[in-house]
């Protein structure tokens, strides 16, 4: 009896300590984008959303690399496109600040929660907004994602593409966008400034005046 409890137990060891280098090897492997050697670890029974000592899973670290292949094989085999890592940083969220659109379609088909936010308070549109993600803004702005939900600083994604934008093309085109899907141009931030006021005070002349036409004050 003992012997066969001692067995067990070496069993149960030696299986722990496979899945945990199964998990270690499916992450790096995600992390450096190495297609094949993600395919040959999931079909040996790498655990698809185990977590690294970040908190990270695979397709968050594929995002990461942005290597969208293997985050689109992570995700057909049911990577958790929500699971947000010890920064609350998720596969979804990531994407859409950096603006790998082709992850956020993917996340998004596997049921990306457009209510969740980053650490700083921010849903997927925010960020994509700051940082000129045209393509990504299109593609959120064509979901439910709130348009006018407020971050930690008290921004809209109106306000961040304004205050973050440079009032070039890429930010014209999102702050049109804005408009067009509905965003109320009035929400001032935490002191009262309202988007075209700061608009103006940065010289975007073309921004200020798509928000002028569009009721803004």
């Given at each position: 009896?003992?012997?066969?409890?001692?067995?067990?137990?070496?069993?149960?060891?030696?299986?722990?300590?496979?899945?945990?280098?199964?998990?270690?090897?499916?992450?790096?492997?995600?992390?450096?984008?190495?297609?094949?050697?993600?395919?040959?670890?999931?079909?040996?029974?790498?655990?698809?959303?185990a977590?690294?000592?970040?908190?990270?899973?695979?397709?968050?670290?594929a995002?990461?690399?942005?290597?969208?292949e293997?985050?689109?094989?992570?995700?057909?085999r049911?990577?958790?496109?929500?699971?947000q890592?010890?920064?609350?940083?998720?596969?979804?969220?990531?994407a859409g600040?950096?603006?790998?659109?082709?992850?956020?379609?993917?996340?998004?088909?596997?049921?990306?929660?457009?209510?969740?936010?980053?650490?700083?308070?921010?849903?997927?549109?925010?960020?994509?907004?700051?940082?000129?993600?045209?393509?990504?803004?299109r593609?959120?702005?064509?979901?439910?994602?709130?348009?006018?939900?407020?971050?930690n600083?008290?921004?809209?994604?109106?306000?961040?593409?304004?205050?973050l934008?440079?009032?070039?093309?890429?930010?014209?085109?999102?702050?049109?966008?804005?408009?067009?899907?509905?965003?109320?141009?009035?929400?001032?931030?935490?002191?009262?400034?309202?988007?075209?006021?700061h608009a103006?005070?940065?010289?975007?002349?073309?921004?200020?005046?798509?928000?002028?036409?569009?009721?803004?004050?």
């Amino acid at each position: 009896m003992q012997r066969r409890s001692l067995v067990l137990a070496l069993c149960g060891a030696a299986c722990a300590t496979r899945a945990l280098a199964q998990t270690t090897s499916l992450i790096d492997a995600a992390a450096r984008g190495d297609l094949p050697a993600v395919r040959r670890l999931l079909d040996t029974g790498a655990p698809v959303n185990a977590r690294d000592s970040r908190g990270r899973n695979a397709v968050l670290a594929a995002t990461q690399g942005g290597h969208t292949e293997v985050a689109r094989l992570l995700v057909a085999r049911g990577a958790d496109v929500n699971a947000q890592d010890d920064i609350r940083d998720s596969a979804f969220l990531l994407a859409g600040a950096r603006g790998h659109t082709e992850i956020v379609r993917a996340a998004l088909a596997a049921g990306a929660d457009l209510a969740s936010t980053n650490r700083y308070g921010g849903t997927a549109l925010i960020p994509a907004c700051h940082y000129g993600h045209v393509d990504t803004v299109r593609l959120l702005l064509a979901t439910k994602i709130d348009v006018n939900h407020v971050n930690n600083l008290g921004w809209t994604a109106l306000l961040e593409a304004v205050i973050l934008g440079n009032g070039g093309p890429a930010h014209s085109e999102i702050v049109r966008m804005l408009i067009a899907a509905g965003a109320d141009v009035n929400i001032a931030d935490r002191d009262g400034v309202t988007p075209l006021q700061h608009a103006v005070r940065r010289g975007q002349q073309r921004v200020a005046e798509m928000l002028r036409q569009a009721g803004g004050r």
